[in-house]
């Protein structure tokens, strides 16, 4: 072998090699893009065509080039979606397609020392049941109609209520029992 064919053989694999690690590159790109830009599986189509092609070249200069690229997908792909998607709530995308808590109330179950939840006001208060609770229905506290969750069983509409506790947008409710005088026995 004269010395400007091994030049040539060379700069091929060197060229082939590039040409791996650039559709890796892109490959990995067009997926982390695929999760920050809704594209409904276009671009997921596109990486796997950059990959596939990436792993044709890397095997034409050498099956161990070939395995290392397919190793470096495996490991390095997954780890940068990843990373994708916990970025996704901070991109200007990610904010327009979660939702985000809006300040008092929005938190179920309020940590110690922060405010409680605006229906807090009603625990331990009477009320009267508007609907009928199977167990959910509507109940009115105070001239404010709210959701109410019956802490067991059913109860009749126009029933007077007691508030138990609040939780997150429902107040769990009990009946009150008509307490009836004792009978004095003779």
């Known amino acids: 072998m004269d010395i400007p064919a091994?030049?040539?053989?060379?700069?091929?694999?060197?060229?082939?090699?590039?040409?791996?690690v650039f559709l890796f590159v892109l490959g990995s790109a067009i997926a982390v893009a695929e999760v920050l830009i809704p594209s409904f599986?276009?671009?997921?189509?596109?990486?796997?065509?950059?990959?596939?092609?990436?792993?044709?070249?890397?095997?034409k200069v050498g099956t161990a080039c070939g395995v290392v690229f397919i190793l470096l997908t495996i490991f390095l792909v997954p780890g940068l979606v990843i990373l994708a998607f916990r970025?996704?709530?901070?991109?200007?995308?990610?904010?327009?397609?979660?939702?985000?808590?809006?300040?008092?109330?929005?938190d179920p179950h309020p940590e110690e020392g922060e405010e409680e939840t605006p229906l807090q006001e009603f625990v331990g208060k009477e009320g009267i049941a508007h609907s009928k609770l199977?167990?959910?229905?509507?109940?009115?506290?105070?001239?404010?109609?709210v959701s109410v969750v019956a802490e067991s069983g059913f109860i009749e509409a126009g029933a007077r209520i007691q508030a138990l506790q609040a939780e997150g947008n429902r107040i769990m409710v009990r009946a009150l029992?008509?307490?009836?005088?004792?009978?004095e026995e003779a």
């Not at 700069?11 to 090699?17: G, Q």
């Not at 997921?44 to 095997?59: D, G, W, Y």
């Open 177 to 183: 029992e008509h307490q009836e005088e004792p009978e």
């Open 87 to 106: 970025r996704l709530p901070s991109s200007r995308i990610g904010k327009k397609l979660i939702l985000s808590s809006t300040g008092k109330g929005s």
């Open 134 to 145: 199977r167990p959910g229905g509507i109940a009115d506290f105070e001239g404010r109609r």
């Open 41 to 59: 599986g276009f671009l997921t189509v596109m990486s796997l065509i950059c990959f596939v092609s990436c792993f044709v070249v890397a095997f």
């Open 6 to 20: 091994a030049l040539e053989e060379v700069l091929d694999i060197s060229a082939s090699l590039g040409l791996a």
